[in-house]
């Protein structure tokens, strides 16, 4: 039988960036290409002790199904963090817990977006929310980013131009992939921007609490008066990313769609590992669990950075992150980095090239990505040097 | 900000089951209206002991990210088992792992439907997957349900009359919410309809191993001869529900698109319980469990129907399972059971009205669903009696 796929699905490819995952099963390659979080950010011993407790005690309730929004004590021991340690959520918002961060990204679209509605988004993004958009048969428009966020400019004339966009998809904190955190400045015109052409401003922040260096600054969220902002974030990157547990605070008429939506992906999220969360957010010392994981990608992403400084050649430009677990670097004269990318493979050294990134998926790209969290640090020291002379051989 | 949502959803209302569950907080109401397993079809000491060795010995793979696809030693040990125990899977299908039977049945949808598509379903069908179609923009066309199965006379009408129809959707084993399976005669006869117009079979077979009476009936995935079955499951009715674990298996083509689709959706389902579903499969004796959750339903569901045969008025009219969680009763005359169900829960009585289950959510039913899972045997004995009573005053 010939087999009809949907249109919405037809065109869309699996993540370039997962399937790069599924290759390096060698061993002796260098990986810089992984986004996943250092399994020494995983809690493993206080979620075990909790674990046994919970199947000692509440494994009738931990093993039966739950409520679409969540587990109401995870919901509420997020709702208050994300208040007092964030300004985040008003009487106006309803905290629900999702499937990992990427299920609140796409329920959100699927809430606003008709078919042939578009998504504005930085360019370069996260490939996961692009997919998530295409995949409700949405439109993804990109608009630079640059040093100190999207560029504002062009984003007035992209939302002059696009009326039916739906929604402005922004990372504006240690972005992934191209590390950079907006300004408050840049975050306050933005906002202006959204509230005047009545889009949504879905706001995706997965690293935000992984700063290492320099000063925090607002979420978009906390000074939503509006109305106009979903937050999404997930425990992926300070608990356990294989839990599959996020979060999103949003206007309420617009989360209670999102519920519905929920229920018919997947009912609810994994109850046990909710309690779990939970017990160790009100139990241990989730706050000092997390210095713990910046101290640690501080230090990684440092070392990164001195080795890029000693032996990088100066035409090949990077940014310097303040969190999260990626830096971004960008080849000369606006070189496409495929042929880049293609060699340092050859030389046993994985990225990610920039193209899996674009909002045009046709575009190429003169970048690619670095992860810092996940290669040790002498994997580090002689992965840096490996494409630092390979650059010097093709560009300089 | 008045918010727009999209038109998908804005029409779809919770699931009326849901509802009804979270007002069941009243501990004094007798409850036949929930879809929950007993809690002592969780094998919790077992899976107590596998995770304490997860976190042990397997915790930084456990709590890291894993592939979209599923666990492959999960994948593996479920392919292989519906192979053996139930002649499932060919060479052209694909296994993969979903986060609940859920998850599967919208996956489908979104890889072959377009908006404004056609799914068509028995009626009443279940209301999760009549709304993972909606919450897609497909239709819902239903087709009476008779005691042999899906009626087969206006099944092909139907057919005819519905050429965007993209899928047949079915319950054919243990059917919630009207407890009826189909006898292979139908099944053959509805395979072939399918074949003839070009539909997808969407087999959704989260009761099969329940089976406490009767004989085996092959699954239309078993004889799937032309590769136009999709069929779903899941581990929610044999090892834990909250854990949120199901399959598919389908033609390689299809699956490969419903991935990139899950992808976006939730990246994977939560990798612990995955490993802790393997290792429960394949360490401890899972049919030995199975037996004893058939043994506990086989029970329940006899004194519910001995109850019933009883005191219940010869005018109502009810199925007799062989297997799964529900039976379904029908008023006299096409009379509505929206007043009877109201009735009944002033009585503290919870049923289902029929109309939860309906294709067309504007149709009346004169039907209600009993779930014999859940209440205690003193509950049934005692429910039971409250319903007849009320019966007997209301139409005979």
Known sequence: MEYKISNKLAALKPSAIREIFKSLADPTI??????????????????????????????????????????????????????????????????????????????ACKALCNEGDAVICENPSFIGALNAFRSNGAATIGVPLCDDGIDVAILEDTLKNTPNAKILYLIPTFHNPAGITSTLENRKQVYELAKKYGVIILEDNPYGELRFAGENVPTYKSFDTEGIVIYCSSFSKILSAG?????????????????????????????????????YMTERDLDAHIAGIRKLYGDKCGLMLSELDKNMPKC??????????????????????????EKAIERKVAVVPGTAFNCDTEAPSDSFRLNYSMPSDEDIVRGIKILSDLAREMFC
């Not at 994994?270 to 939970?278: A, E, G, P």
């Not at 090949?316 to 004269?333: A, H, N, V």
Request: include cysteine.
């Open 30 to 107: 260098i990986s810089f290409a992984a986004g996943n979080p250092s399994p020494l950010s995983f809690p493993a011993k206080d979620l075990a002790e909790i674990s046994a407790d919970i199947f000692e005690n509440s494994a009738a309730a931990a093993l039966q199904y739950g409520t679409t929004e969540g587990y109401t004590p995870l919901r509420q021991a997020v709702s208050a963090r994300m208040k007092e340690k964030f300004a985040i959520g008003t009487d106006n918002d309803e905290t629900i817990i999702t499937t990992g961060g990427q299920q609140g990204i796409e329920l």
């Open 243 to 279: 839990m599959r547990i996020g979060y999103v605070c949003g206007p309420k008429e617009i989360i209670s769609k999102m519920v519905v939506a929920k229920q018919v992906e997947d009912v609810h999220t994994n109850l046990f590992f909710q309690m779990l969360c939970y017990r």
């Open 316 to 341: 090949i430009k990077y940014t310097r992150p303040e969190g999260g677990l990626f830096l971004w670097c960008t080849l000369p004269d606006g070189k496409s980095s495929a042929e880049f990318v």
